[in-house]
């Protein structure tokens, strides 16, 4: 049995049972009254076809491109009788221009990070599918980016505090501070255009999802010692069952860090228990716990939000302050 292989652009046609090769390099299929001419590469295999046709694979990837940023290269791998994938190889390239001018190889895994040798540059990712029993399919790969690598990213920082209405307000430091502060922390509530460590307003909200309850049992230093601020961390909003808000107004493919406060003078085991995006964190017991925050890193937002969920854990499991950080462009 011969079988043939039709390349069109990145989009493969399979052709089976082919008796005669084609004739010529390039030919000319009809469809909807339309010509298309088409390349084409031709394979013989002979005996077990359990690798045949060839692999074929779509690349795409995410990330800023940004010195030193990630991008992250996944690709849609196939094979038409199922044979699964082996090490595919993966290749990034940099170019003066989106046409490929002076290409460069930078990279041979499915991520890179970006260097100042890339700034200004265009950037291409391609894979060549490989499947298990070690055949290689034709090479694919993403156009050149249309914009160029920019300049390093600065950090951005924004705080946020927990409370009832009584709760005092974080002042006298360097940095801005947000107040959720509300006796009903329920889905009425919503904290919209949050402002930046830096006083600069942003788009960013906070918006209850499921109703929690305020409460003035937190935790203080009296001296500013902790891991935040006296006020950030002197009162809170907790859970019975599992309850929560959302950050929303986010930048998608914009990786974000957090890390979140829990602490309570509440007597006996205090057991806090939270996710950050679906990914779970517990303290054990944060009675009296000023030094120790609940971190996650690396969380990318779904059509620009990101969710923050408190379950009800032994005794109280509080949210009392948290700090976001990103990464954007000066």
């Known amino acids: 049995m011969n079988i043939g292989v039709i390349q069109s652009s990145r989009n493969f046609l399979n052709a089976t049972n082919l008796n005669k090769k084609p004739v010529a390099n390039n030919i000319v ?32 990837y995410s990330g800023v491109l940004a010195v030193d940023q990630i991008l992250i290269g996944s690709h849609t791998y196939s094979q038409i009788n199922g044979a699964a994938e082996g090490n595919s190889l993966h290749k990034w390239y940099s170019a003066d221009d989106i046409d490929g001018t002076n290409e460069t190889l930078i990279g041979t895994s499915a991520n890179i990070t970006l ?52 709760s005092p307000l974080v002042t006298g430091f360097t940095d801005t501070w947000n107040h959720a502060y509300t006796d009903n922390p329920d889905q009425t509530y919503k904290l919209l255009s949050l402002k930046r460590s830096d006083n600069v307003t942003t788009s960013i909200g906070l918006v209850i999802d499921l109703a929690m309850s305020d409460n003035t049992l937190g935790v203080t230093t009296n001296n500013n010692t902790g891991i935040f601020p006296d006020a950030a961390m002197r009162q809170l909003w907790f859970s019975t069952g599992t309850r929560g808000f959302s950050l929303t107004g986010l930048t998608d493919n914009t990786q974000y860090n957090s890390r979140i406060h829990a602490g309570t003078t509440n007597s006996g085991v205090n057991h806090a228990i939270m996710t950050f995006d679906g990914e779970q964190k517990e303290i054990a017991d944060c009675r009296n716990n000023t030094s120790t925050a609940l971190e996650w890193s690396a969380k990318y937002p779904t059509n620009g939000n990101l969710t923050v969920r408190i379950i009800d854990g032994t005794g109280l499991s509080p949210i009392n302050c948290m700090e976001l950080t990103w990464l954007e462009l000066p």
């Not at 088409?38 to 060839?54: Q, R």
């Not at 790969?141 to 160029?148: A, D, L, M, P």
């Open 115 to 166: 260097t100042e040798d890339e700034e200004n540059k265009h950037i291409k990712y391609e894979v060549i599918p490989v499947t298990i029993g070690g055949t290689s399919g034709l090479t694919s790969s993403t156009n050149y980016s249309e914009s160029t690598v920019t300049v390093s990213l600065v950090e951005r920082k924004m705080y946020i505090s927990f409370g009832s209405s009584t």
């Open 29 to 60: 299929l009809s469809s909807s009254g339309n010509t298309y001419s088409v390349s084409w590469d031709y394979y013989d295999f002979d005996g077990d076809l359990e690798d045949a046709p060839l692999p074929i694979s779509i690349p795409s």
